[in-house]
């Protein structure tokens, strides 16, 4: 099939999910076009069934505010018409599901029938979605895109809370490429760069978006090292990180906390990893715990949003209540403390991922596709 797919090219989870979503169908023989304002960042390979197309922006002197969903909306109408595409997978609402519903409309026009698939991430609906600046609009994309699904149960439920959706949103969970995690921690695992052999090495990967309470991280580890000789690796990059880089000189752990900024090495950090730490404010999903896990790292989390139903207290990890930063400490330390826990949560995490496996959910994206070529 010619899948075009609309996502944030950036390291979000939603553009990371999306991206592997895309090279993953380019392997199996579909034709993916991916419609962007930069080449993703885990898109490492253009091929004959893998293209990038540049949303371009004009600058005039009037706009304020450059209209990126007018572009986006105009660059979907051309890439449909030019390459005959068969359906539109958006991923992210704002404003993917708004300006694809105008592409449709464009494109209707013209007698060409295209399908909209809306991908429900988490801030899009919580965060962002349900603002009032924004809520008519999106409650409006959702309801009038073909098929719509969200990454977790805990989403599903808050999107038909939060608004008032007239169609069924179909749960497929986040995935995994689990055979990429296994190579990495065979071959290119060199923990000993980072940590004497008795440190343990806890890890956290986000934006530094407030929601993640980077602090948090900080303080966690705080108490930790306390007991466990210990580094903690903060990778990525956001609003949070100077105030988060402020916190660690404050408390002295300059020489423990290393900042990597943003990285496309993320499976090869992970190898290294003894505990991920993720105390977010609300995660619809946690893409990033999973992939966590999937390089035998059990993960201290919150217990908000959907992430229970990634992290299964006391086997792949512990989930505490949000800002209970000693209660994930305490947890934290009781893993750490024992090699052969240690070594039992690893094991358990990394068989939990395999529910998440990419050859589990690709299939159901591919009926989800088949079934808009059908109906069209
Ligand atoms: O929070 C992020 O890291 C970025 C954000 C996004 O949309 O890019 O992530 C959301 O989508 C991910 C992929 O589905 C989920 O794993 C994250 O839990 C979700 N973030 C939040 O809900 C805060």
Redesign the pocket.
Known sequence: MKIGIVC?PTF????V?ATELGMALADKGHQVHFITYNQPVRLDFISDNLHFHEVLLEEYPLFHYQPYELALSTKMVDVVEKYNLDVLHVH?AIPHAYAAYMAKLMLKEKGIHIKVVTTL????I?LVGSHPTYKTAVEFSINNSDIVTS?STNLKNTTNRLFNIKKDIQVIY?FIDVEKYDHANHEECKRISIAKPEERILTHV??FRP?KRTEDVIRIFNLVQKEIPSKLLMVGDGPERVKTEELVRQLGLNEKVIFLGNSSEVTKILCYSDIFLLP?E??????AALEAMAANTPVISTNT?GLPEVNIHGETGYLSDLGAVDDMAKNAISILKDDSILLEFKKKAKAHTKQFALENILPVYEEIYKSCYINV
Do not use: A, P
């Open positions: 944030y979000g989870g939603s553009g999910l992210y991430h988490g801030t899009d919580t990454v986040n986000s934006n929601v977010s609300t995660e619809s999903f946690g893409l949003g």
